[in-house]
C-alpha cells in the first residue's frame, strides 16, 4: 500500500521519514527502495515461516503415524488371540 502511494507521487513531491519525533525530508527514491526493500525482507521472512511451518506439519504427521503403529502393535500384545 505504502509502495502504491509512493508511485502515485510526482518525481518533484516531498517525502518526509519519521525518525524519533521528527520528521526528516527523504528523497523519493530513497524512500521507494527502503519500501521495497522492506517487503522483500518481509517475503523473504514469510517464505521462510511457511517452509518452517510445512516443516513441523510433516514432522507431526510423520509422529503421528508412529504412534498410531505403537499402538496397534501394543493391541497386538495384548490380545495375541485376535492374530
Known amino acids: 500500500m505504502v509502495l502504491k502511494e509512493l508511485e502515485l507521487l510526482e518525481d518533484d513531491a516531498n517525502v518526509y521519514k519519521l525518525i524519533g519525533p521528527v520528521l526528516v525530508k527523504q528523497d523519493l527514491v530513497e524512500a521507494r527502495g527502503n519500501v521495497e526493500k522492506r517487503l522483500g525482507f518481509i517475503k523473504a521472512e514469510s517464505d521462510r ?26 493391541m497386538a500384545l495384548a490380545n495375541p488371540s485376535a492374530t
Open 49 to 74: 515461516l511457511e517452509k518452517a511451518a510445512a516443516a513441523c506439519e510433516k514432522k507431526h504427521e510423520e509422529k503421528q503415524r508412529a504412534i498410531m503403529e505403537l499402538q496397534q502393535k501394543m
